[in-house]
């Protein structure tokens, strides 16, 4: 099984709404991450896990709060989003060997995200 | 800062043909580099992973190959189908960096 599975896999929220993007794999990988990607544009990094600790953050605003609850989950909260943060927000899993990134990626099918 | 670059940025060719999609970086300094592929709105779909020390991978019609000295990988699409219409990033994992992608090659597959 070489599943990504993220949830939901589409979502509309207001300014001031509190929602949260979940993403699960279970195949035994201990780095997970966020990216976002706007049209037309590559994955951006947002947020590294390792061993279910941050590890990495691109400076990314505090409305976006990641959680990494076990070794098998990794949610994104989201509060007090913008229209700009409109995108399709992707999940990422490989196994970490200390550098994290030297092995084969599996990414979700993502969460399209409108902000209204 | 290592940069990825990849050529053609779209490609439009008839069904049956043989491709090259390529890819070049700046820091030959790299773990390994991955292939991938994404349909419209949706996520990316792992194709090809290149360990630093390897020439080349093959899956099926995909051949990729990496010459890790002159920063350059080439997707190879053999015979080409209508279904193999998306974009195609590749990715390289420099050392102490996170993925680095490149822009993508829009292709599309005419029946």
């Known amino acids: 099984d070489t599943e990504v599975t993220q949830t939901p896999k589409h979502l509309v929220m207001g300014m001031t709404n509190k929602k949260s993007l979940k993403c699960e794999q279970h195949?035994?990988?201990?780095?997970m991450y966020w990216y976002k990607q706007k049209a037309k544009k590559p994955p951006e990094l947002m947020f590294v896990y390792s061993y279910e600790k941050l590890s990495i953050n691109e400076s990314v605003p505090s409305r976006f709060s990641p959680e990494c609850p076990n070794s098998s989950l990794l949610n994104l909260h989201l509060h007090a989003l913008q229209p700009e943060d409109s995108a399709l927000y992707l999940c990422?899993?490989?196994?970490?060997?200390?550098?994290?990134?030297?092995?084969?990626?599996?990414f979700g099918q993502g969460t399209r995200l409108t902000v209204v | 800062k290592q940069e990825v670059t990849q050529i053609p940025a779209a490609l439009s060719v008839p069904e049956g043909e043989n491709l090259v999609l390529n890819c070049s970086f700046t820091d030959s300094a790299i773990y390994n580099l991955q292939w991938f592929r994404q349909d419209p709105g949706k996520g990316l779909t792992s194709l090809l992973l290149i360990q630093s020390s390897q020439r080349e991978q093959t899956s099926g019609r995909l051949n990729a190959s990496l010459d890790k000295s002159s920063g350059r990988s080439t997707l190879y699409i053999a015979a080409s189908q209508p279904g193999d219409s998306a974009t195609y990033l590749c990715a390289v994992s420099p050392y102490g960096q996170n993925f680095v992608f490149g822009p993508g090659t829009r292709l599309s597959v005419l029946p």
């Open positions: 195949m035994g990988h201990r780095a």
């Open positions: 990422a899993s490989s196994q970490e060997t200390g550098h994290g990134w030297d092995t084969e990626a599996f």
